[in-house]
């Protein structure tokens, strides 16, 4: 199967796990780094208490609601994203045909085909996230790539991903036409600024700047550079 990749901006969203197991754990982690409106976390497993304390934490977000009580299918109603992730492979389905007869994005733990997304190995560095999918066909191999680039990528590229986010609204704000906003893009990521950053070489990082940006931005180098050099 091919996927379409895609990032989801998720604030504002209401999201909900059903299953806070292992994998559970993991869907939560990483959704409310996303900083959801709200995530509704079902614990299918009636009266169990939870002694992890990481786990009690992480349930005490504010965004968090947790609930002990079986899936009911009105429960995806409203939600932008469901993960199914209970052990049970009756509930799991359960879930996704809810989700599917509401037309919900699901993911289901066991069952990928019976939902509409899995989520893909990846890692952040700093503001970069770089995921990787081998289309549901070896999530081992996909965790395998994930750790080479990881080991690959490192923090060289976070302190240029941070300029350019500063960078992108004041360029974009001229009004100029999009094929010369585009170049001046690339000759920028193209240029040896990167590395400039990563020396934390402030003088040579301004000289980049200086020549490639265009003059009435050369105000604002002093604000682009800011705790980065």
């Known amino acids: ?16 796990i059903v299953g806070i197991g292992d994998v559970g754990r993991r869907k939560l982690t990483s959704l409310l780094a996303a900083n959801p409106e709200e995530v509704l976390v079902l614990d299918t497993f009636l009266f169990v208490e939870i002694a992890d304390p990481e786990l009690k934490e992480l349930l005490s977000h504010p965004a968090v609601t947790y609930q002990h009580r079986p899936f009911v299918s009105s429960d995806v109603q409203g939600r ?12 799991n389905e359960t879930v996704a045909r809810a989700c599917d007869k509401r037309t919900v994005l699901c993911n289901v733990i066991d069952a990928p085909d019976e939902g509409d997304f899995i989520v893909p190995a990846h890692f952040d560095a700093g503001e970069l996230i770089v995921a990787i999918s081998t289309g549901g066909n070896s999530p081992a191999l996909a965790r395998r790539i994930r750790m080479e680039l990881q080991e690959f990528v490192g923090n060289r590229f976070s302190r240029l991903v941070t300029l350019m986010g500063r960078l992108r609204p004041l360029v974009l704000a001229r009004g100029a036409e999009t094929g010369h906003n585009t170049k001046l893009f690339r000759n920028i990521v193209g240029s040896d600024l990167m590395d400039a950053l990563q020396d ?13 940006l265009p003059q009435e931005l050369h105000p604002h180098i002093g604000e682009l550079l800011h705790e980065l050099v």
Request: with cysteine; charged share 30%; proline share 2%.
């Open 1 to 16: 199967m091919r996927y379409y990749p895609t990032f989801l901006d998720m604030r504002g969203k209401r999201c909900l």
């Open 80 to 91: 932008a994203l469901v993960f199914a992730c209970t052990g049970s492979r009756t509930v």
């Open 200 to 212: 934390r070489d402030r003088g040579r990082s301004e000289t980049i700047l200086t020549e490639l």
